[in-house]
């Protein structure tokens, strides 16, 4: 009868609660003040919904566990194109968004012979922060558009095509599950971990620091082929750069050998320890050394990614962000 007052609110699809839906919560939250800080705690249980927030800052959205908090249904550009029409969530001029202890899971199969590009989140915020702990996004294709900073935490990214893409600044994968699964439109069919667009070449784009590099069932019920997945492939444009690196993670053996596709060339062409398509101290699932044929970084270079403080660094004109666990 009265909506609720405070600083964090429930959500329950059968329970006692504020809201029965997700959605209904992040109304309430773009009433309050931009920088009053919110959590949205989301109880158990398979929420069929599009998300969407704009300008909000400061808000949680905390599941009471990753397995069992679900938010579940299908969108593409088929079915609204545009970026901004096709994602699960669309998070759009919202700074420390905070997902955690949850699902979000876009269904769209790409077998419905349609365009696939489904998006489990469009965080979009060129100078925004997000980030992600013990969460889980699943989708087949473009997962994960990101732009800004984003901090992803012990947590899985699981797709086929391009499942981690954006115009981003700096996205750290640490610790965390990157899962590539069999196109269900095509066993025969690989796949591509990053689509990089990063603004600038001094921006460090993607980094993957210490997580795993997995493969998986896919919704038809198939692996990717062995040796056929790339780390990345560009989108040969000439005005945002392929900046990607993978350090001190285990590799499963559905990445190809020379797992860098250069058609079209990326940009740079060829990587250097300031941007393009790096490497350093990789290792594949027996623990045996790995080089993909990227550009080979030294222990030095790569000291320059392998913290949060580093990767960050650039954050609102070099103030920095050091966000912890």
Do not use: C
Request: aromatic share 8%; net charge negative; glycine share 12%.
């Amino acid at each position: 009868p009265s909506p609720p007052v405070g600083d964090s609110v429930t959500v329950d699809d059968d329970g006692r609660a504020d809201f029965r839906t997700v959605q209904g919560a992040l109304d309430h939250a773009m009433t309050l003040p931009r920088s009053m800080p919110i959590t949205v705690n989301v109880r158990d249980g398979v929420y069929p919904e599009l998300l969407y927030l704009q300008g909000k800052d400061k808000l949680m959205l905390r599941g009471q566990s990753r397995e069992a908090t679900v938010i579940r249904a299908a969108n593409s550009d088929a079915r609204n194109p545009g970026s901004e029409g096709r994602a699960l969530f669309l998070a759009k001029d919202s700074d420390l968004l905070e997902i955690r202890d949850l699902t979000l899971h876009n269904t769209t199969l790409r077998r419905d012979g349609h365009s696939a590009q489904a998006e489990t989140l469009f965080f979009s915020n060129d100078r925004g922060r997000f980030i992600a702990r013990n969460a889980a996004f699943l989708s087949e294709q473009d997962t994960l558009q990101l732009t800004g900073y984003a901090w992803v935490y012990r947590s899985l990214v699981e797709g086929n095509v391009d499942f981690i893409w954006g115009n981003n600044r700096a996205a750290l994968f640490e610790e965390s599950e990157i899962r590539s699964v069999g196109d269900s439109a095509a066993a025969h069919n690989g796949g591509y971990l990053v689509q990089a667009r990063t603004v600038t070449r001094g921006d460090p784009g993607f980094v993957f620091l210490h997580s795993r590099l997995t493969q998986g069932l896919g919704p038809a019920g198939n692996r990717p082929p062995a040796g056929s997945v790339y780390l990345a492939r560009s989108p040969g444009t000439a005005h945002t750069w392929d900046n990607v690196a993978f350090i001190g993670n285990t590799v499963d053996g559905h990445i190809a050998k020379d797992a860098w596709l250069r058609r079209p060339v990326p940009n740079p062409g060829i990587g250097d320890a300031g941007s393009g398509w790096r490497e350093y101290g990789n290792l594949t699932h027996d623990g045996t050394p790995a080089h993909f044929g990227g550009y080979k970084l030294s222990e030095e270079e790569s000291r320059r990614l392998s913290t949060r403080g580093a990767v960050f660094g650039g954050f609102n004109d070099g103030e920095g962000w050091n966000p912890q666990p």
